[in-house]
């Protein structure tokens, strides 16, 4: 009797040692699925900060001139709100941050610079201002940024 209760107390004591280890493992999954998860967050943002910090770089060596800054950055330009400067740009990316020209089923992320209204001071153009932002094609905004270029 006292061998038959020894082996089942080793079972038992077994069936433990697997219920714990089974529950480490679920716990270390689930840790290494977040990270992933962050780790592609991150690397989503950090090409995203780098498209928008190259598109206001863009904005602002060109003075705001919305045909220069679609062809440096491959962008269609859409809609006029005064004297042929389009109301915004746009600019489409696939799941690599590669340029797609026209083509918006294939589109991961979106960049749109938006144009404000012309202000005039002394009858003279003296800014270009606008906002650029970044969205996922879901519609996520990942990034928004305000743009300011001094025209001339």
């Known amino acids: ?6 082996s089942t107390l080793f079972l038992i004591e077994q069936l433990i040692v697997v219920a714990v280890f089974a529950l480490c493992a679920v716990a270390c999954v689930s840790i290494m699925v977040a990270a992933y998860v962050n780790a ?6 950090s090409h995203a900060l780098h498209k928008a910090e190259s598109g206001a ?3 602002k060596a060109t003075s705001g001139n919305a045909n220069a800054i ?8 859409s ?3 005064h004297d042929s400067i389009p109301s915004s740009i746009i600019v489409y ?3 690599d941050w590669q340029t797609i020209n026209h083509n918006t089923e294939d589109a991961q992320y979106i960049l749109t610079i938006m144009f404000d209204k012309p202000q005039q001071t002394t009858g003279e153009l003296r800014l270009v201002t606008g906002q650029l932002n970044i969205n996922r094609a879901t519609g996520e ?6 743009l300011t ?4």
């Open 149 to 152: 270029a001094r025209k001339g």
């Open 57 to 59: 770089e863009v904005f």
């Open 1 to 6: 009797m006292t061998q038959r209760s020894k």
């Open 141 to 146: 905004e990942l990034i928004t940024l305000p």
């Open 93 to 95: 990316y696939d799941h």
């Open 40 to 45: 592609n967050e991150s690397h989503t943002l």
């Open 70 to 77: 679609a062809n440096i950055l491959g962008g269609v330009s």
């Open 79 to 81: 809609g006029d709100i």
